[in-house]
């Protein structure tokens, strides 16, 4: 079965610092793959998303994502983070009818 | 906008009582979901739903029930809840199964039980 797995649960960056958060997951073929952001007290919302074409994606907010189908790999970056950019980040791929998501990495921007 | 809403932000049971979580999507999706979340496991599908009054067993489906009578509406039942259902429940929905389509949430419901 397809499994997703986020290699950093925590992640500590001072502002304006680069950003790059990992994702894999387990199988290829046509994949569908996902970022969802949740800010404190919010509901998950879609940062971007890879459907086909060009594999690098770009999001909201700034970020980008970039499939490297050899490597199974859909890493989130963005090059100068921002003490609003603390929150939670789920990857997630579409697998049949549901999306299989990854444990999340928690985020925090120091001011 | 789709709106995803769920009845309660937060909500404290007793544990053996019959617990009800409601979702309601106003953007006409077939499918939609219930997940718990829990730190460090992601979001762990409970059942999900694709066409009203038909609903399919996700990864973690004991100890919960849910209904769909209407298109809009998704409920969750804990038939007699436990202290390790202590968690955050979110509603999702989804237009169809196409891969590239996204999924809305809900605000969550972090539900207790003592």
């Known amino acids: 079965a397809q499994s997703v797995s986020q290699h950093n649960h925590h992640v500590i960056l001072s502002e304006a610092a680069s950003l790059e958060l990992g994702c894999n997951y387990s199988?290829?073929?046509?994949?569908?793959l996902f970022w969802y952001v949740q800010y404190p007290g919010q509901h998950l919302q879609l940062l971007l998303k890879?459907?086909?074409?060009d594999p690098l994606v770009k999001g909201i907010k700034g970020f980008e994502a970039e499939f490297i189908k050899s490597k199974f790999s859909f890493n989130l970056r963005k090059p100068s983070v921002q003490w609003s950019d603390t929150a939670e980040y789920f990857c997630?791929?579409?697998?049949?009818?549901?999306?299989?998501w990854g444990a999340g990495t928690k985020l925090i921007i120091k001011p | 906008d789709v709106k995803v809403t769920q009845s309660s932000r937060y909500l404290v049971k007793r544990t053996g009582e019959k617990v009800f979580l409601e979702c309601v999507q106003d953007?006409?999706?077939?499918?939609m979901f219930w997940y718990r979340q829990d730190p460090g496991l992601g979001l762990r599908l409970i059942y999900f739903?694709?066409?009203?009054?038909?609903?399919e067993k996700g990864d973690i489906p004991e100890g919960y029930s849910v209904s769909r009578e209407k298109k809009e509406r998704f409920s969750l039942i804990l038939e007699s809840a436990s202290t390790n259902q202590t968690s955050m429940y979110l509603c999702?929905?989804?237009?169809?199964?196409?891969?590239?389509?996204?999924?809305?949430f809900g605000q969550g419901t972090r539900l207790t039980v003592v």
């Open positions: 999702a929905s989804r237009p169809y199964t196409g891969g590239g389509t996204e999924a809305f």
């Open positions: 997630a791929v579409n697998s049949n009818y549901q999306l299989i």
């Open positions: 739903s694709y066409d009203v009054k038909m609903k």
């Open positions: 953007m006409d999706h077939e499918n």
């Open positions: 199988y290829g073929g046509t994949v569908n």
């Open positions: 890879y459907f086909s074409g």
